[in-house]
């Protein structure tokens, strides 16, 4: 038994709108917040008061010179070779210290001497 399909008419409706009211809005002023910076430090040291630089300048000119170019030559020491004592010569002291084992002696002038003596003599 074959049925015939009923056709039927489509019925178009007209979609429901339902109209809700925002919801309001609500503006804060904004606020002035205080940042929060990191605390200054109190002290700092110069390289120049450091133990090793008064153990350094200690030496006469001729030795200075020769610490110098003792570290020059091992490759720790890239200023010129003056005798004096800076930022430069501090950080090839004390990489040269660091290599060898010994940088807590730096802090001393007992044990500055030590590793000064040993690239003079």
Same mark, same amino acid.
């Not at 450091?50 to 020769?66: G, H, I, K, M, V």
């Not at 007992?110 to 003596?117: K, P, T, W």
């Given at each position: 038994? =074959?049925?015939?399909?009923?056709?039927?008419? #489509?019925?178009?409706?007209?979609?429901?709108?339902?109209?809700?009211?925002?919801? #309001?809005?609500? =503006?804060?002023? #904004?606020?002035?917040?205080? #940042?929060?910076?990191?605390?200054?430090?109190?002290?700092?040291?110069?390289?120049?008061?450091?133990?090793?630089?008064?153990?350094?300048?200690?030496?006469?000119?001729?030795?200075?010179?020769?610490?110098?170019?003792?570290?020059?030559?091992?490759?720790?020491? =890239?200023?010129?070779?003056?005798?004096?004592?800076?930022?430069?010569?501090?950080?090839?002291?004390?990489?040269?210290?660091?290599?060898?084992?010994?940088?807590?002696?730096?802090?001393?002038?007992?044990?500055?001497?030590?590793?000064?003596?040993?690239?003079?003599?």
């Amino acid at each position: 038994m =074959y049925r015939e399909p009923v056709y039927r008419e #489509p019925v178009y409706q007209q979609p429901r709108v339902i109209y809700r009211d925002p919801p #309001p809005v609500v =503006y804060q002023q #904004p606020r002035y917040v205080e #940042p929060v910076y990191a605390p200054r430090p109190t002290h700092t040291t110069s390289v120049y008061r450091t133990a090793a630089a008064q153990a350094f300048n200690s030496y006469s000119l001729t030795e200075r010179r020769a610490i110098q170019r003792r570290l020059a030559a091992q490759g720790y020491y =890239y200023g010129g070779i003056d005798g004096s004592f800076g930022p430069g010569t501090y950080s090839a002291v004390a990489s040269y210290a660091a290599d060898l084992g010994v940088s807590q002696r730096l802090s001393s002038r007992e044990g500055a001497f030590g590793i000064y003596d040993g690239l003079i003599f």
